[in-house]
């Protein structure tokens, strides 16, 4: 039997970066309802207009209150995709219930204090909560993961970042595939600059994160008011792996002699692919399938969305 999923907050991605007739996979409704291993129920949302603009669209049924939804239905899985003020009380109050999984859109709370309260209540309840820092679930990124650990590139030499839209919002994208390819290696960081570019309350900081082994990696906020940039630089010792346009397109690049100048060695691009980031939200529909149905481990764990959620707070701490 499909497992029956509610979607709190009809919103951009919970419901409006797609339709049914798009190619790719944008949005929660999108996932679970193309998924067959799901039954999309339908979607709470404080105002009325965008949750029944969101059934039509997506088919199911428009819930007043989260409440009312389970008294209605029967309810396996929730997404929660309201704005990010809300993470928190609503994460607090799914806990009510009898769930098989949550999944929560990012960052996991607003504070370390929040997070630590969702972290115990999820555990004690032994709700499954995922988080979607969406770059896990995608298949091109994760060979890339398994090559850095297997040492394949050797060792990591330093790196680069560029992002916008508030360091806990956008960010911590960025921090969280810091974490993901690198491990947890951080010592120390120097905060450099901010701007607020989106939400007063978290502005996007730039600042240079040192780890243990001398390596390290530079955070730059570029003003999203500008333009829309997300990409991610990360060199070795025999390869440069490069991630642009949002982390749809991945270049890498080899250690080769310079064929110019004797003695020199250059990076050369080798490669250079198209990733499936525009259907990740189905690779993570899929993953929590996996995980309900055969024991899958989680690809975004709520630890992994607090790992990055307290690498934030330091980087905010530092600088203010």
Not at 203 to 221: E, G, P, R, W, Y
Request: hydrophobic share 40%; aromatic share 12%.
């Amino acid at each position: 039997m499909p497992f029956n999923v509610l979607i709190t907050g009809a919103g951009s991605i919970g419901a409006f970066y797609d339709s049914p007739s798009s190619d790719m996979v944008l949005t929660h409704a999108h996932a679970f309802r193309k998924h067959e291993g799901f039954r999309l129920v339908g979607f709470v949302d404080v105002d009325a207009r965008n949750a029944q603009k969101a059934v039509s669209l997506w088919g199911g049924a428009v819930f007043s209150s989260v409440e009312q939804a389970f008294r209605q239905e029967h309810i396996d899985i929730v997404c929660v995709c309201v704005p990010d003020d809300h993470h928190y009380p609503v994460l607090k109050e799914l806990c009510r219930y009898p769930l098989k999984m949550v999944f929560a859109e990012k960052p996991l709370a607003k504070t370390l204090g929040q997070a630590e309260e969702i972290l115990r209540m999820y555990r004690d309840k032994n709700i499954p909560l995922a988080i979607n820092y969406t770059r896990r679930f995608v298949p091109e990124l994760e060979t890339i993961k398994k090559h850095v650990e297997a040492g394949a590139y050797g060792k990591f030499v330093t790196g680069s970042g560029f992002y916008g839209k508030g360091l806990l919002h956008n960010g911590s994208h960025m921090i969280d595939l810091v974490h993901y390819f690198l491990g947890d290696i951080l010592k120390s960081i120097v905060p450099i600059s901010s701007v607020a570019d989106y939400y007063p309350d978290d502005k996007s900081i730039s600042a240079i994160l040192q780890f243990h082994d001398t390596s390290s990696f530079v955070l730059n906020h570029v003003d999203c008011r500008l333009f829309t940039l997300f990409e991610m630089d990360l060199f070795f010792e025999r390869r440069r792996i490069r991630m642009t346009d949002l982390g749809f397109t991945l270049e890498e690049y080899d250690v080769q002699d310079s064929e110019a100048f004797a003695g020199y060695r250059n990076i050369v691009k080798v490669r250079q692919e198209q990733t499936s980031l525009g259907n990740a939200l189905y690779y993570a529909a899929e993953n929590i399938h996996e995980h309900l149905t055969n024991g899958a481990p989680l690809r975004c764990t709520v630890q992994d969305g607090y790992k990055a959620l307290e690498t934030c707070m330091k980087i905010r701490e530092q600088y203010e």
